[in-house]
T-cell receptor, first 110, second 115 residues
Framework: AQSVAQPEDQVNVAEGNPLTVKCTYS??????LFWYVQYPNRGLQFLLK??????LVKGSYGFEAEFNKSQTSFHLKKPSALVSDSALYFC????????FGTGTRLQVFP | EAGVAQSPRYKIIEKRQSVAFWCNPI?????LYWYQQILGQGPKLLIQ????????DSQLPKDRFSAERLKGVDSTLKIQPAKLEDSAVYLC?????????????FGPGTRLTVL
């Protein structure tokens, strides 16, 4: 079955430090991978996507993600975290529909 | 460019009552989606429209949920009668087309509480 997993319910990081939010996937064929962010009482905002090509994808707000086919991972990264990055992050994979992970809450402490 | 609009933002009803949600997608987007997001979970697709036709409604509980997109633009999602387990955020999204590479853009959602 096609699926995506986010192994961490919460990630805590100090402001200014690098952050990583993990995502692994299981699909047959080529994966189409997405990251979205959700702020309280708001819908999901698109951050970035991997379709093909360069394994390092750059997105909105300074975020980037690294596609690793051998490890079936698509981890979200940012070199220097901001307090305003604190939110709920969702990884998703598109098969015949968009399938979301359970989300990872990122908490950035000042 | 205006985003996806949804209303109402919040709704509280009692079980067995009916409720309807409205969505206006991004202008020019042919594909419209309704998702259900239960607290602590990722969004789950309920129904997908391409213009005014249904593409996928395999996860829509058809005994109580219905949706329409009559003119290929706005859409409504209805629940009748509501159950306690329908308490969730209902998200509408739209995309240009049906391609796997098309990004889905989400509205702010409607938070439904069923008492």
């Amino acid at each position: 079955a096609q699926s995506v997993a986010q192994p961490e319910d919460q990630v805590n990081v100090a402001e200014g430090n690098p952050l990583t939010v993990k995502c692994t996937y299981s699909v047959s064929g080529n994966p189409y991978l997405f990251w979205y962010v959700q702020y309280p009482n708001r819908g999901l905002q698109f951050l970035l996507k991997y379709i093909t090509g360069d394994n390092l994808v750059k997105g909105s707000y300074g975020f980037e993600a690294e596609f690793n086919k051998s490890q079936t991972s698509f981890h979200l990264k940012k070199p220097s975290a901001l307090v305003s990055d604190s939110a709920l992050y969702f990884c998703a994979v598109y098969t015949d529909k968009l399938i979301f992970g359970t989300g990872t809450r990122l908490q950035v402490f000042p | 460019e205006a985003g996806v609009a949804q209303s109402p933002r919040y709704k509280i009803i009692e079980k067995r009552q009916s409720v309807a949600f409205w969505c206006n997608p991004i202008s020019g987007h042919a594909t419209l989606y309704w998702y259900q997001q239960i607290l602590g979970q990722g969004p789950k697709l309920l129904i997908q429209f391409q213009n005014n036709g249904v593409v996928d409604d395999s996860q829509l509980p058809k005994d109580r949920f219905s949706a329409e997109r009559l003119k290929g633009v706005d859409s409504t999602l209805k629940i009748q009668p509501a159950k306690l387990e329908d308490s969730a955020v209902y998200l509408c999204a739209s995309s240009l087309g049906l391609a796997r590479t098309d990004t889905q853009y989400f509205g702010p959602g409607t938070r439904l509480t069923v008492l």
